[in-house]
C-alpha cells in the first residue's frame, strides 16, 4: 500500500500481498495531507478482512523503526513480535529505502 507525494491521490496501491500462511503488508503510507483521518486505519482493517476471508491465520507486516509508526501498527491491534532484516538483489537496487 503506497501513496505518491508527486499526487494528489491520498493511495496509489491496495492489497496484501497472499503468501502461504497468511497476508503480509509492506510499507502502508498515506500521503502527509490525508493523515490523521483515519485513512490507514481503514487500510490496515481491509488487509486484515481480505486475510480473514482468505482463511488465514495471520496478517504479518514490515514496519519502519519509527515510534509513531509502531504506534500505529499497536493501535490497530498489532504486537512486535520480531526484528526483520533483509537484503535487495541488485536488479532492484532501486527499491532500496
Known amino acids: 500500500m503506497r501513496s505518491s507525494s508527486r ?3 491520498s493511495v496509489d496501491q491496495i492489497g496484501p500481498t497472499a503468501v502461504p500462511w497468511g497476508r503480509f503488508v509492506e510499507n502502508v503510507v498515506v500521503a ?8 490507514g486505519r481503514q487500510l490496515m482493517e481491509a488487509a486484515i478482512q481480505l486475510g480473514e476471508a482468505a482463511g488465514c491465520y495471520k ?31 541488485d536488479e532492484h537496487a532501486d527499491m532500496r529505502s
Open 59 to 89: 496478517v504479518q507486516l514490515l514496519a519502519a523503526d519509527e515510534a509513531y509508526v509502531h504506534r500505529f501498527y499497536e493501535a490497530c491491534g498489532f504486537n512486535a513480535r520480531a526484528h526483520g532484516f533483509r537484503r535487495y538483489m
Open 32 to 39: 502527509s495531507s490525508f493523515q490523521r483521518l483515519g485513512i
Open 7 to 9: 499526487s494528489s491521490r
